[in-house]
């Protein structure tokens, strides 16, 4: 299993930017997709998540309003929407996968740098 992570950079505070994560290599039905973040020296934070059957998405509270997450089932892909984006969104982020009803995430993909200016 493969997650191939892109679409991260450097933008502007304000800006947007939209995260892609592919996923290869098995069936993804019943799985949920996520995506975290990690700032060097502090815990990794789950920012968002989606099931891959009904599309129920979670997100945390420093992103709610402004992270948007979104899968393409055809593609095996899944979307993070970042608008308004803040220096505070600085970080490392990372896609994942896992199997419904399980407790950890089973797959990760490499993480991507964004990086908000002020």
């Known amino acids: 299993v493969q997650l191939q992570a892109s679409g991260g950079g450097l933008v502007q505070a304000g800006d947007s930017l939209r995260l892609s994560c592919a996923a290869s290599?098995?069936?993804?039905?019943?799985?949920?997709m996520g995506w975290f973040r990690q700032v060097p020296g502090k815990e990794r934070e789950e920012v968002a998540t989606i099931t891959w059957n009904w599309g129920t998405t979670y997100y945390a509270g420093s992103v709610k309003g402004r992270f948007t997450i979104s899968r393409d089932n055809a593609k095996n892909t899944v979307y993070l929407q970042m608008n308004s984006l803040k220096p505070e969104d600085t970080a490392v982020y990372y896609c994942?996968?896992?199997?419904?009803?399980?407790?950890?995430?089973?797959?990760w993909g490499q993480g991507i740098l964004v990086t908000v200016s002020s």
């Open positions: 994942a996968a896992k199997p419904g009803g399980a407790r950890q995430y089973t797959y």
């Open positions: 290599g098995r069936t993804f039905t019943n799985w949920n």
